[in-house]
């Protein structure tokens, strides 16, 4: 073994991958992870969703990745926490931000959000097992370093689905054999790219060769399907004109997985897989629900680049604050403008950041619900002294 700091390095990031297959086993034992939501549309009731452990459309047409697409390996990894009960699939679009879905790390309406610090990334999980911890996560942070289209999804009706998307910044620059490009397309041209069997996924699947990538051979993309006309369909989603429904194979912990697109250029990302949108039917006597029918799975679901490639580019050139004592701060800052009637705790919540956004729009500002070191000065606050950190380069199409 190596002496001085590069042999402490190695032995370091050796114990850390020990860790991660330990703590991974243990993830397996105790929790059911999630994997893709069945976003289910039930006429009449309230009922929330349930989940699908396999989403498989036809024949199982998952696959080992092909030759062509090995360097993909390089910028994926799982996304999980024990306590959190939560393993899924996120993909590299910088240096140190990666992007998953945000049932993943965040809270569905009615549950109890999970602690962020608790999350680990490991890049090329089945080879490599390249660790990291989200950034903040040492001091109570980490909610500071993620940026997300809710911080507590609805499953009911209007579903919002396309806003279950994640970045995440992780406390060192994991990514350090490339990044997945993002690539922005109207639905229409998505609809036209999987006509031409350019449209595919690459995700991990915990029924999969546990824990190896599978490949989604292309596959279909469409808005109506045989028993679902998309009128119907588009009355049960919040957005609908970012919601691409598809017919990848999906298993468990494919939530976060990216949809790609095949370009001269090499795989772009389209879209993040996020569910399954399931229709059920009930019988009805005066209003109350009798009898419940069988739940049929429509199509996966994916939220298109356009919900989140511009929030990437602001989350990238923005300095979040650091500490908790800074959170408080802005929060006395807020609650004096009435813009924040929660605890002044230092916790980055939905009503932080719901404060945030109200004053962002009130000024005229980029609205991103993020605590940053310029939001906290244009307050009058910064009193707090501020650990800032250089934006990472990111690859874009």
Same mark, same amino acid.
């Given at each position: 073994?190596?002496?001085?700091?590069?042999?402490?390095?190695?032995?370091?990031?050796?114990?850390?991958?020990?860790?991660?297959?330990?703590?991974?086993?243990?993830?397996?034992?105790?929790?059911?992870?999630?994997?893709?939501?069945?976003?289910?549309?039930? &006429? $009449?009731?309230?009922?929330?969703?349930?989940?699908?452990?396999?989403?498989?459309?036809?024949?199982?047409?998952?696959?080992?990745?092909?030759?062509?697409?090995?360097?993909?390996?390089?910028?994926? $990894?799982?996304?999980?926490?024990?306590?959190?009960?939560?393993?899924?699939?996120?993909?590299?679009?910088?240096?140190?931000?990666?992007?998953?879905?945000?049932?993943?790390?965040?809270?569905?309406? $009615?549950?109890?959000?999970?602690?962020?610090?608790?999350?680990?990334?490991?890049?090329?999980?089945?080879?490599?097992?390249?660790?990291?911890?989200?950034?903040?996560?040492?001091?109570?942070?980490?909610?500071?370093?993620?940026?997300?289209?809710?911080?507590?999804?609805?499953?009911?009706?209007?579903?919002?689905?396309?806003?279950?998307?994640?970045?995440?910044?992780?406390?060192?620059?994991?990514?350090?054999?490339?990044?997945? &490009?993002?690539?922005?397309?109207?639905?229409?041209?998505?609809?036209?790219?999987?006509?031409?069997?350019?449209?595919?996924?690459?995700?991990?699947?915990?029924?999969?060769? &546990?824990?190896?990538?599978?490949?989604?051979?292309?596959?279909?993309?469409?808005?109506?399907?045989?028993?679902?006309?998309?009128?119907?369909?588009?009355?049960?989603?919040?957005?609908?004109?970012?919601?691409?429904?598809?017919?990848?194979?999906?298993?468990?912990?494919?939530?976060?997985?990216?949809?790609?697109?095949?370009?001269?250029?090499?795989?772009?990302?389209?879209?993040?897989?996020?569910?399954?949108?399931?229709?059920?039917?009930?019988?009805?006597?005066? $209003?109350?629900?009798?009898?419940?029918?069988?739940?049929?799975?429509?199509?996966?679901?994916?939220?298109?680049?356009?919900?989140?490639?511009?929030?990437?580019?602001?989350?990238?050139?923005?300095?979040?604050?650091?500490?908790?004592?800074?959170?408080?701060?802005?929060?006395?800052?807020?609650?004096?403008?009435?813009?924040?009637?929660?605890?002044?705790?230092?916790?980055?919540?939905?009503?932080?950041?719901?404060?945030?956004?109200?004053?962002?729009?009130?000024?005229?500002?980029?609205?991103?619900?993020?605590?940053?070191?310029?939001?906290?000065?244009?307050?009058?606050?910064?009193?707090?002294?501020?650990?800032?950190?250089?934006?990472?380069?990111?690859?874009?199409?």
């Amino acid at each position: 073994m190596a002496d001085g700091p590069e042999g402490e390095g190695e032995t370091t990031r050796a114990g850390a991958r020990r860790l991660a297959l330990a703590v991974l086993a243990l993830a397996c034992v105790v929790a059911s992870p999630l994997s893709t939501w069945a976003w289910s549309s039930r &006429p $009449g009731t309230t009922e929330a969703s349930v989940l699908l452990p396999v989403a498989v459309f036809g024949t199982d047409d998952r696959g080992p990745l092909p030759a062509k697409y090995k360097d993909v390996r390089e910028k994926l $990894g799982l996304l999980f926490s024990v306590r959190g009960r939560s393993v899924c699939t996120a993909f590299c679009v910088a240096s140190d931000v990666v992007a998953t879905a945000g049932h993943c790390l965040l809270k569905i309406a $009615g549950e109890r959000t999970p602690r962020i610090g608790d999350f680990w990334f490991l890049r090329n999980y089945d080879a490599v097992r390249d660790i990291a911890h989200i950034a903040g996560h040492a001091n109570g942070t980490a909610a500071l370093n993620v940026m997300s289209g809710s911080m507590s999804l609805n499953v009911r009706p209007p579903i919002e689905a396309t806003r279950d998307w994640a970045l995440v910044r992780l406390a060192r620059p994991a990514c350090t054999k490339g990044v997945l &490009p993002i690539r922005v397309l109207p639905v229409d041209q998505i609809l036209k790219e999987a006509a031409a069997k350019r449209v595919f996924q690459i995700s991990y699947h915990r029924d999969y060769v &546990p824990w190896k990538l599978a490949y989604g051979q292309p596959c279909g993309v469409a808005k109506s399907f045989e028993h679902s006309e998309w009128s119907a369909i588009a009355q049960d989603f919040s957005d609908p004109e970012v919601l691409i429904l598809h017919t990848c194979d999906t298993g468990g912990a494919s939530s976060g997985s990216p949809l790609l697109l095949d370009t001269e250029r090499g795989p772009e990302v389209i879209g993040i897989n996020v569910g399954t949108y399931v229709q059920s039917k009930v019988l009805m006597q005066e $209003g109350k629900v009798k009898k419940r029918l069988k739940a049929d799975p429509v199509a996966n679901t994916a939220v298109a680049s356009a919900a989140f490639a511009a929030k990437l580019d602001a989350f990238l050139q923005v300095a979040v604050l650091s500490s908790q004592a800074q959170v408080r701060e802005l929060q006395t800052l807020l609650k004096a403008r009435q813009l924040f009637d929660g605890k002044v705790d230092g916790t980055y919540s939905a009503d932080l950041r719901d404060g945030i956004e109200a004053y962002e729009k009130a000024e005229g500002l980029a609205v991103t619900g993020l605590a940053t070191v310029a939001l906290l000065k244009r307050l009058g606050g910064g009193l707090v002294p501020v650990e800032r950190a250089k934006a990472p380069r990111k690859a874009r199409s």
